[in-house]
């Protein structure tokens, strides 16, 4: 096994993993860490400002989850990539070339569907 091909599995799995755990991510509000920029505090975990104290709370501390949830899809598909690694070539003859170009496309759609109750259309 040559490094080249090691390397390839690595971002073909990487690259197709991605897309599929940011939408579960975001789905689920799953999130390593949430940012509250207007505190300057990072706390671990999904956290909802309405969840710890009163709901008035959230327009004064907003929370950013987009760190979080990009963060979590990177680790898991840092851990499927890594696994591609491993596997031998004719095991990850499904993760091909095509599917890094058709996987974000569909997960902008699955984005997209997602929000739009936040603009209420």
Do not use: E, Q
């Amino acid at each position: 096994m040559t490094s080249g091909l090691a390397f390839r599995r690595f971002v073909l799995a990487f690259g197709t993993a991605f897309p599929v755990l940011y939408v579960i991510a975001l789905a689920k509000d799953v999130a390593l860490f949430t940012v509250y920029p207007s505190l300057g505090i990072v706390l671990f975990g999904t956290r909802h400002s309405r969840d710890i104290a009163d709901p008035a709370v959230g327009f004064l501390a907003l929370a950013i989850y987009w760190y979080g949830w990009t963060a979590t899809a990177a680790t898991g598909a840092l851990i499927i990539g890594l696994l591609a690694m491993a596997l031998p070539d004719r095991s990850t003859r499904f993760f091909g070339p095509a599917w890094i170009c058709v996987m974000p496309v569909l997960a902008i759609v699955a984005c997209v569907y997602l929000t739009l109750p936040f603009f209420r259309l």
